[in-house]
C-alpha cells in the first residue's frame, strides 16, 4: 500500500447490472455461467473477414435510442442503454438521486474505444473532396469523443454531480472505483455510478489482429494450446454508497484497489509481473487483508501466451498454489476497456450465489503454470475475491471485493 | 482541499516553457505566438522518440519541466493525463488505413492509439510503476484532471503529476473537432506543506451566476477557446501574477471548480 494510504471504508455496490454476449441482465449472464455456455461465435461483426470469435451483444445493429437521445445515437451508448435498462438500475438510481440530489451523484465511466465506430464509418463515407459526412461531424461530441459515454449516462439518468471518463485500455473501466472512492472520500459526493461500456469496431479488431493476439477458436486462458484472445463487447454498472451511509448486512461491496504501472512497454507486460505484483499488493493493503484472506482470484486471463504466463507468476508468488484461479474470458470474450467492470460484477454473482466458474475452453491446463487453476465450476461459499486487470501501456488494476457482515 | 503547485510545465506557441509562460502571462512580455518546434522530450530514447506521436512529445515534454522544477523522482510520484480527445493524429491514420479495402493497419500505430499512450510512454521513459490515470471530460478535461489530481493529492497524502494536452486536429477530423493550436501544461501538486510556487484551495461548486473566469487579452482568451488544455490557462495566469486570486473552472455546464489562489510564504 502507498505510505499514506489509510485502509478503505468498504463501498457497498446497492445495485448493479451488466450485459455480455451472454445475455441481457445479470440473471441470463449467471445462467450461463452455471450452464458452461459460452457467447463467443465465428466472428460476424459487419462485413469482418477475419477468421477469429467474437463475443458480440445480438440486438444492437437494429436499435433506437429515441428522439430525445438521438444525438448520442452509436453502437457503444446503445450498449450502454440496453446496460442501463437491466436489473431495475434506473429505480435503484433514481432513489439515490433523491435521497443524495442529482448534484451529489458522480459518474465515472471506463471506455477503452468510445465511440470510434462511427468515425470508422465516416471515413468510409468520406466525399470526392475528402470531407467527412455531416451526420457525423455534428456527433462527434456525442459518439466518439472519449467522454460521450459519461455524458450519455449522465444524460439518462439526469444526473448533475462530477463526471469523468477514464480511458486506460483494458484497465479503464477497473480504475472507475478507485477514481470514485476518491471523490467519495474527500466528500465531493455521497454516491457514484461507476461503470465501462466498450463496443466491437474495427480498429480493434484489426488491431490485435496485427499484432497477432486473436485466436482462430473461442480463447482458451491457461489452456496449454493457448493462441490469443477473442474479443467481446459489455457494458456494466454499479451503484457505489459508503458502507457508513446504507446497511451493510449481506450485502457485496468493494473493499480494496490497487493501482499501478509496468512502466515497461506499450504491449507486453513486465517480463516479472512487478506491475501485476504492485497492484494486487497494494489492493491487499488498501483492504487490511492478507493473501490467505481471498477465496478466489478472477485472473485477467487473456489467454494469450504472455499474459497467462507473466499474471501466473506474479499471482501464484503472492497467493501460493492452493488460492483457486479462473479466468472467465471465456464465456464474454475480452471485452477491453468494460473487462474490469464486467469481472468485477462476475466477481460480484459469485459471492452472491456461492459458486466458482472454472475456466471455460480450457482443457488441459499449462503444465509451467503454477496457480490453481479452476477448469470446472465450483460450488462453495465465497466471501472474498480478487480480480485482476491487465492493459496497454502497462496501466494494471486489482480489485477486492466481499460480503460484508 | 488545499493543494500546493510544486512544479510547471508549459507548451504552446508564443508561451515555451513556464519561464517565458509566466513573462506573458504575466504582462512583462508580450505574447507573440510563432509555430512550435518539435518538442525535445529528452526523455525519450531516440528510437522511441522516432516512432513517438506528437502526444507523446509534448506531453512528456512539459511532464518532464514540471517535474525537474519539483526536484521529486518521478519513479515516486503518480500521474493523471487529461485530454479531450487523445491520439487524433493516430486516429486518422488508423481511421483512414480501415477505410481502405485491405485494412492492414499498423500493430505500433495500433498500441499508439489508446487514450493511455503518453501516460504508458511517461511510465516507461522514467520506469515509474505508480498509478496512472488517462482521462477525458471533452472542454472541461483539464479540470476533471485537476479534480481527479488534488483528490488524489488530499486523499492519499502524496504528490501527483498532472499533465494536460491537446494538440492541433488534422483534416478531416478537425471538421468533427476542429482545434487549430497544440497546448500542452503540467503540474505538479502535494500536500499543502511542500508548497514552493503558490498554494491552492479547491472547493466544487454548483454552476453559478459568475461566469468562468476569462482571459482579458484577447489573443490568449482565443487560444484558451480553442484547446481543451488551454482551459488551464487562467490558472496560470494567477500563478504567474502572484497575490491572492480566485480562478473558477467549468465542469460540465452544472459545476465550477473554484479555486483561491495564495502565494507561498517561503
Known amino acids: ?405 | 482541499m488545499k493543494v500546493g503547485i510544486q512544479g510547471i510545465g508549459l507548451l504552446a506557441a508564443g508561451l515555451e516553457g513556464w519561464r517565458a509562460g509566466r513573462a506573458v502571462l504575466a504582462c512583462t512580455e508580450p505574447f507573440a505566438p510563432v509555430a512550435v518546434p518539435d518538442p525535445e522530450a529528452a526523455l525519450l530514447p531516440p528510437n522511441e522518440r522516432r516512432r513517438s506521436s506528437d502526444c507523446v512529445r509534448w506531453a512528456l515534454h512539459v511532464a518532464q519541466e514540471a517535474i525537474a522544477q519539483s526536484g521529486l523522482d518521478p519513479r515516486e510520484v503518480p500521474t493523471v493525463f487529461a485530454s479531450s480527445g487523445g491520439e487524433m493524429g493516430v486516429l486518422d491514420t488508423l481511421c483512414r488505413t480501415l477505410a481502405e479495402p485491405e485494412r492492414m493497419i499498423s500493430p505500433t500505430l495500433f498500441h499508439q492509439s489508446v487514450h493511455n499512450t503518453a501516460a504508458g510512454y511517461w511510465s516507461i521513459a522514467t520506469t515509474c510503476q505508480q498509478s496512472s490515470t488517462a482521462l477525458s471530460c471533452f472542454d472541461d478535461s483539464f479540470a476533471a484532471g485537476l479534480l481527479e489530481a488534488i483528490t488524489f493529492v488530499c486523499v492519499e497524502q502524496r504528490p501527483m503529476l498532472l499533465v494536460a494536452y491537446d494538440l492541433a486536429v488534422p483534416a478531416p477530423l478537425s471538421e468533427a473537432r476542429p482545434i487549430a493550436t497544440g497546448f500542452a501544461v503540467a503540474l505538479v501538486l502535494a500536500p499543502p506543506s511542500d508548497c514552493s510556487l503558490a498554494g491552492m484551495h479547491l472547493r466544487l461548486d454548483e454552476a453559478h451566476q459568475d461566469e468562468p473566469t476569462g482571459l482579458v487579452d484577447s489573443a490568449l482568451e482565443q487560444v484558451r477557446q480553442d484547446n481543451p488544455a488551454a482551459r488551464s490557462l487562467p490558472l496560470l495566469r494567477a500563478i504567474a501574477t502572484g497575490g491572492s486570486q480566485r480562478v473558477r473552472l467549468s465542469l460540465l455546464e452544472s459545476q465550477q471548480l473554484v479555486l483561491d489562489l495564495d502565494p507561498c510564504r517561503n
Open chain 1, 1 to 405: 500500500m502507498p505510505p499514506n494510504a489509510q485502509p478503505l471504508t468498504p463501498l457497498t455496490l446497492t445495485a448493479y447490472t451488466l450485459v455480455t454476449a451472454n445475455g441481457r441482465g445479470v440473471g441470463p449472464v449467471l445462467q450461463a455461467l452455471r450452464e458452461r455456455r459460452s457467447g463467443l461465435k465465428p466472428c460476424d461483426f459487419e462485413d469482418v473477414p477475419l477468421k477469429t470469435y467474437i463475443g458480440r451483444v445480438e440486438g444492437l445493429e437494429d436499435f433506437s435510442l429515441g428522439n430525445e437521445l438521438d444525438r448520442f445515437d452509436c453502437r457503444n451508448n446503445r450498449l450502454a442503454w440496453l446496460g442501463l435498462q437491466q436489473d431495475g438500475f434506473m429505480v435503484a438510481v433514481a432513489e439515490a438521486k433523491q435521497r443524495y440530489g442529482a448534484h451529489r451523484v458522480a459518474v465515472v465511466m471506463g471506455t477503452s474505444t468510445s465511440g470510434i465506430l462511427e468515425t470508422e464509418h465516416a471515413y468510409q463515407a468520406r466525399d470526392l473532396a475528402g470531407s467527412l459526412p455531416a451526420w457525423y461531424t455534428s456527433r462527434y461530441r456525442y459518439t466518439h469523443n472519449m467522454f460521450s459515454l459519461g455524458h450519455f449516462v449522465r444524460a439518462c439518468l439526469g444526473l448533475r454531480g462530477p463526471a469523468t471518463v477514464i480511458s486506460t485500455a483494458c484497465s479503464s473501466s477497473a480504475k472507475v472505483f478507485a477514481t470514485a472512492d476518491r471523490l467519495l472520500r474527500a466528500g465531493l459526493c455521497d454516491a457514484a455510478i461507476v461503470g465501462g461500456v466498450d463496443s466491437l469496431c474495427l480498429t480493434t479488431l484489426y488491431g490485435f489482429s496485427a499484432l497477432q493476439l486473436l485466436s482462430t477458436s473461442p480463447c482458451r486462458p491457461c489452456d496449454e494450446d493457448r493462441d490469443g484472445l477473442s474479443l467481446g463487447e459489455a457494458a456494466g454498472f454499479a451503484l457505489l454508497e459508503s458502507s457508513q451511509c446504507v446497511s451493510r448486512r449481506g450485502a457485496v461491496a468493494l473493499l480494496g484497489y490497487g493501482e499501478s504501472s509496468d512502466g515497461y512497454h506499450m504491449s507486453h507486460p513486465h517480463p516479472e509481473g512487478a506491475g501485476a505484483i504492485r497492484a494486487i499488493r497494494d489492493a491487499l493493503g488498501r483492504a487490511g487483508l492478507q493473501p490467505r484472506d481471498i477465496d478466489y482470484v478472477n485472473l485477467h486471463g487473456t489467454a494469450t501466451r504472455v499474459n497467462d504466463a507473466v499474471e501466473d507468476k506474479a499471482v501464484s508468488g503472492i497467493f501460493g498454489l492452493a488460492t483457486p484461479c479462473s479466468s472467465t474470458k471465456g464465456w464474454t470474450g475480452h471485452t477491453l476497456g468494460a473487462a474490469g467492470i464486467t469481472e468485477a460484477l462476475i466477481s460480484v454473482l459469485c459471492l452472491k450465489h456461492g459458486f466458482l466458474p472454472g475456466t471455460l475452453n480450457c482443457k488441459r491446463i499449462d503444465p509451467t503454470l503454477h496457480s490453481r487453476i479452476l477448469r470446472d465450476n465450483d460450488v462453495r461459499p465465497v466471501r472474498r475475491i480478487l480480480s485482476n486487470i491487465f492493459g496497454f501501456g502497462g496501466n494494471n488494476c486489482s480489485l477486492i471485493l466481499g460480503t460484508l457482515r
